[in-house]
Nanobody
Framework: VQLVESGGGLAQPGGSLRLSCAASGFTFSWYHIDWYRQATGKEREWVAAITSDGESTGYAGSVKGRFTISRDNARSTASLQMNNLEPEDTAVYFC?????????WGRGTQVTVSS
């Protein structure tokens, strides 16, 4: 079982990044997907979620209107499009797959927003 995040890096305030989460070793379409983030010295916080069928999404208030979560079950991937980035978005971003039996986490990808 693997979840591998990619797409992180350095962005300027107001810029954009697109994170990807590639899954393998399990039936991706059976799992809800969440994105979390953890800034240095802070607790991990929930960012966004999408249901297993992709029909419903949810966002933390701090990112609503700027971030968009999506998934492609045929490719076993999920994405987080991040627009209008702010320095406060700097964190390690994690992908999580979960259902009522199992939860899997990726190792994260660093996002740094700085001028």
């Amino acid at each position: 079982v693997q979840l591998v995040e990619s797409g992180g890096g350095l962005a300027q305030p107001g810029g954009s990044l697109r994170l990807s989460c590639a899954a393998s070793g399990f039936t991706f379409s059976w799992y809800h997907i969440d994105w979390y983030r953890q800034a240095t010295g802070k607790e991990r916080e929930w960012v966004a979620a999408i249901t297993s069928d992709g029909e419903s999404t949810g966002y933390a208030g701090s990112v609503k209107g700027r971030f968009t979560i999506s998934r492609d079950n045929a490719r076993s991937t999920a994405s987080l499009q991040m627009n209008n980035l702010e320095p406060e978005d700097t964190a390690v971003y994690f992908c999580r797959a979960s259902n009522n039996r199992y939860t899997y986490w990726g190792r994260g990808t660093q996002v740094t927003v700085s001028s």
